[in-house]
C-alpha cells in the first residue's frame, strides 16, 4: 500500500516497540536516516531499537549517536512495526532480515526508483536526492522537532547522496532541507571535516592503487576499475575504504560512465557504477544483472568469476552508452 507521511505517522503513534534498518553496505544516507528515525523516536517514549547488519562501522562514527546502531539479534524479535529505510529490496536489509519476526507490519521509506514497494506502507519518492530529505520533510510535516544530533545525522546523509549538493536529483527542496537542517543546529565545516577530509591513509593507499590500474574502454567514454581480493590484503583495506573512488574516475573529461569491480570472498562481485549523464542509466544496466539503484548511480552482486563479470557488464554498458 503506498504510505502518507500521515499514514506513517499514524503508525508508529500506535506501536511501542519499533525496529528501525537500512541496507547492508550502509552509506552515511543508510545509517543516518536510522539514526536521526531512531532518535525520533526515543525522543516520543518508543522502545526503539536500530540495527544493520555491520552495526555501526568505524567510517560513521562521527555521527552522533551512532552507538544506538547495533548488530541484528540472531532469533527472530517482536516489533510493533518495522521501518526500512533507504532499502530499495527487501533482501538489501541482509542479516536484519532474520531479526524481524513473520508477520511484524512493515513500513519502507526510501527514494530508490527501483524501490519494489516490498513494506506494509510504502513511501517512495525517487525525486527526493536522499532518504534523509524525506525525513526532514517527515519531520517538518508532523512537526516533530529536530535536534542538534538529528540534524547532523540528515544532514550527513543528504550531503553525501547528493556528491555535496552536485548531482542530479539536488534541487530547492534539498537546500530547503538542508537549510532548515542548519537553522536545527549544524556545524557545516565540523561536519564537512568529519565527512571528507578525514580519510584514512589505507583509503588513500587504495585510490593511488585505483588511479594506476584504472582502465579505459568504449573508445575512453568508459572508465574501470577492479579490486581482486589479493589486492584486498595487499592494502589491507576494508569494505568502506572503497566507497567514492569511482567518482574519481568518473570526473575525467570524456568519461561518461565508470564502473568499479570489487570480488568478493563468497565467490561473487560487487559491481558499482555511475553515470554522468541522465540519457546513460546504469540502474538498467544493473537490472540486467539482478542488482538496482538510480539511473545515474546504480549496483549488483553478480556471481564470478571477476574477469567474466567485468567483461560482461561492460559489454552491456556500452550497449547502453552506445544506444
Ligand atoms: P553503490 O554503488 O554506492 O554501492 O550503490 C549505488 C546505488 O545502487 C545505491 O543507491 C544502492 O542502494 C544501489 N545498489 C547497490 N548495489 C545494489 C544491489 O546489489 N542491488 C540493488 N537493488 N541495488 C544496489
Ligand atoms: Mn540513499
Redesign the pocket.
Known sequence: MSATFDSIAAAVASAHTIGVAS?I?P?ADALGSTIAFAMWLRSLGKDARAFNEEGSTPKFHYLPGHELVATPPAAPQKFDLFVALDT??KN?LGTVLGAIAPGTPLANIDH?V?NEQFGDLNFVDPTAPATGQILVEFFRHTGAEITPAMAANLFAAISTDTGSFQYAGTNERTFAAASHLISCGVDVPGLSRAMYDSQPRRRFNLLRHALNTAEFHCGDRIASFSLPLETVRELQVVPEDN?GIIDHLRSVEGVEAAVFFEELPEGKVRV??RSKFPSIDVCKV?KIFG????PM?????INGPLQKVKHDFLQALANEIRN
Open positions: 541496507h553496505r552509506d530499495s529490496v538489501r530508490h527501483s566507497e558499482s557504477s544493473c542488482g538496482g539503484g538510480h548511480a546504480a549496483g549488483a552482486r
